[in-house]
């Protein structure tokens, strides 16, 4: 059965209403569902959806930059205020925190030690500092403030690695996709068939490098911080 909401976004004081499917909408903004007229009851956007008062063309075209109703639907349910249950508004909030988490813990690192920070590090840190996460905004564009915020508790820096690696030639086919994978900026080959190679890549990821590599090479592969 459908769960017909009306999902409003105001810009400007003018109010654009959308009826949607709140199931579909909630599919929509967490990635599930790519087109967003899947989750459109009504082929329409209105002033005031109770009453039927539909919004003008030149209104939409002024606040969207656009006529085209995908893409207005798009960013209505990406940006507006969309009615969900308890249970999707908590899964949604817990799932644009792991983003943000996700974010902090793949480019940043501890400046003190130019190690990064285990996920669950900067988990407990937030949860500390009680930092709140907006769910329905996205997840880029509040690392920064939720930065600030936890530098106070947990020192952040953000930065990439440079990292010189050579790998032996029994190594080298099995290693490449490896390397592809992580920034690689150059490649040549030794005299002894050795393989070197320069990468560089956000710093928070040199613990998952560093295993995936040894993992590829049994260990062998050699490799030097080049900057941090």
Do not use: C
């Not at 959806?49 to 969207?64: I, V, Y």
């Not at 940006?79 to 813990?105: C, D, F, M, S, Y």
């Not at 030690?113 to 900067?122: E, G, K, L, V």
């Amino acid at each position: 059965m459908s769960k017909t909401v009306i999902a409003k976004y105001i810009i400007a004081g003018e109010s654009f209403e959308i009826f949607v499917d709140s199931d579909k909408a909630y599919d929509y903004i967490t990635g599930k569902l790519p087109d967003p007229l899947s989750a459109l009851e009504v082929e329409d956007v209105f002033k005031d959806a109770n009453k039927g008062d539909r919004q003008s063309q030149e209104n939409l075209k002024k606040a969207f930059n656009t006529e085209d109703l995908g893409k207005i639907t798009g960013m209505i349910l990406k940006h507006g205020n969309v009615p969900l249950t308890t249970e999707q508004r908590n899964k949604l909030l817990e799932e644009k925190r792991r983003q943000i988490i996700n974010i902090i813990a793949t480019n940043a690192i501890d400046p003190r030690t130019s190690a990064p920070h285990t996920p669950q590090r900067i988990e407990n840190a937030m949860k500390e500092s009680k930092i709140s996460v907006d769910a329905f905004k996205p997840a880029t564009e509040q690392v920064d403030e939720i930065v600030k915020k936890l530098s106070m508790k947990l020192p952040l820096k953000f930065s990439t690695v440079k990292i010189e690696v050579t790998i032996a030639p029994e190594y080298s086919n099995r290693s490449y996709g490896v390397l592809k994978q992580y920034g690689l900026k150059s490649e040549r080959w030794l005299n002894d068939g050795s393989l070197f190679v320069t990468l560089e890549f956000p710093a928070g990821l040199q613990s998952e490098f560093f295993d995936k590599i040894n993992n590829a090479t049994k260990g062998s592969a050699i490799t030097k911080i080049v900057s941090v």
